[in-house]
């Protein structure tokens, strides 16, 4: 008699972890805040009347806002992808024996 190696379980598909929402919309949303809070302060940068002021600093702000959303969806990203690769490794090691 051999002994064959006992294969570890392979992950289910319901253990699959997804992302949430916020992180599609703000991967979506986030490319147009950058460009068109660039484009306002870029285009009224030498601008001296009010409004132009005032739409300089808005495109200021509203780049930095798309910055800060772009790598908040790459956090989350890469948060999900970690715990993914986390619970595959678990399950992997320790058998898929959840009584639910």
Same mark, same amino acid.
């Given at each position: 008699?051999?002994?064959?190696?006992?294969?570890?379980?392979?992950?289910?598909? =319901?253990?699959? $972890?997804?992302?949430?929402?916020i992180? !599609? *919309? +703000?991967f979506? @949303?986030?490319?147009?805040?950058? %460009?068109?809070?660039?484009?306002?302060?870029?285009?009224?940068?030498?601008k001296?009347? =009010?409004?132009? $002021?005032?739409?300089?600093?808005?495109? !200021? *702000? +509203?780049?930095? @806002?798309?910055v800060?959303?772009? %790598?908040?969806?790459v956090?989350?990203?890469?948060?999900?992808?970690?715990?993914?690769?986390?619970?595959?490794?678990?399950?992997?090691?320790?058998?898929?024996?959840?009584?639910?």
């Amino acid at each position: 008699m051999t002994n064959t190696p006992v294969q570890p379980p392979v992950p289910s598909a =319901d253990t699959h $972890i997804g992302a949430p929402g916020i992180t !599609t *919309a +703000l991967f979506v @949303v986030t490319p147009f805040l950058v %460009l068109f809070g660039g484009f306002l302060h870029w285009v009224n940068l030498g601008k001296t009347f =009010d409004w132009a $002021i005032f739409q300089t600093m808005l495109g !200021t *702000a +509203l780049f930095w @806002v798309g910055v800060a959303g772009f %790598l908040t969806a790459v956090l989350l990203a890469g948060v999900r992808a970690m715990l993914q690769r986390q619970t595959d490794v678990l399950l992997r090691a320790g058998g898929d024996d959840r009584t639910v």
